[in-house]
């Protein structure tokens, strides 16, 4: 993770955090959505698009009116998700600056630091 990134995260209260990244998914809305769009009507590939992401908000995807799309959503209890969290951040083998970041987002049962 780039220094600039880490520290970002490293120095925001949990509040800040949830508001950054929902700025961060505002901002994406348009090209994510142009790029729905541009597969959808043909962009000359020829293939499909299968979107994964949090920035993915089934309120912003329900109003798309572009046609050859379904949205499907799977869901998953926080174990699910925290489990998926550290094993791609490979926490494991994580620095323990590396784990106290990667807790940022899902804490383990027994982190309380951020509650």
Same mark, same amino acid.
């Not at 912003?60 to 094993?87: E, F, I, Q, Y």
């Given at each position: 993770? !780039? &220094?600039? #990134? $880490?520290?970002?995260?490293? *120095?925001?209260?949990?509040?800040?955090?949830? @508001?950054?990244?929902?700025?961060?998914?505002?901002?994406?809305?348009?090209?994510?959505?142009?790029?729905?769009?541009?597969?959808?009507?043909g962009d000359?590939?020829?293939s499909g698009?299968?979107?994964?992401?949090?920035?993915?908000? !089934? &309120?912003? #995807? $329900?109003?798309?009116?572009? *046609?050859?799309?379904?949205?499907?959503?799977? @869901?998953?209890?926080?174990?699910?998700?925290?489990?998926?969290?550290?094993?791609?951040?490979?926490?494991?083998?994580?620095?323990?600056?590396?784990?106290?970041?990667?807790?940022?987002?899902?804490?383990?049962?027994s982190d309380?630091?951020?509650?």
């Amino acid at each position: 993770m !780039p &220094v600039h #990134v $880490a520290e970002h995260y490293r *120095s925001l209260a949990v509040d800040e955090l949830i @508001t950054s990244v929902l700025d961060h998914y505002e901002r994406l809305w348009a090209r994510i959505e142009e790029l729905i769009t541009a597969r959808a009507t043909g962009d000359g590939t020829g293939s499909g698009l299968v979107l994964e992401g949090a920035a993915l908000w !089934p &309120v912003r #995807v $329900a109003k798309l009116t572009v *046609s050859n799309t379904a949205a499907v959503w799977l @869901t998953a209890d926080n174990a699910v998700l925290r489990a998926r969290v550290h094993r791609a951040g490979r926490r494991e083998e994580a620095t323990g600056e590396e784990r106290y970041l990667m807790e940022g987002f899902w804490p383990a049962p027994s982190d309380t630091r951020r509650s």
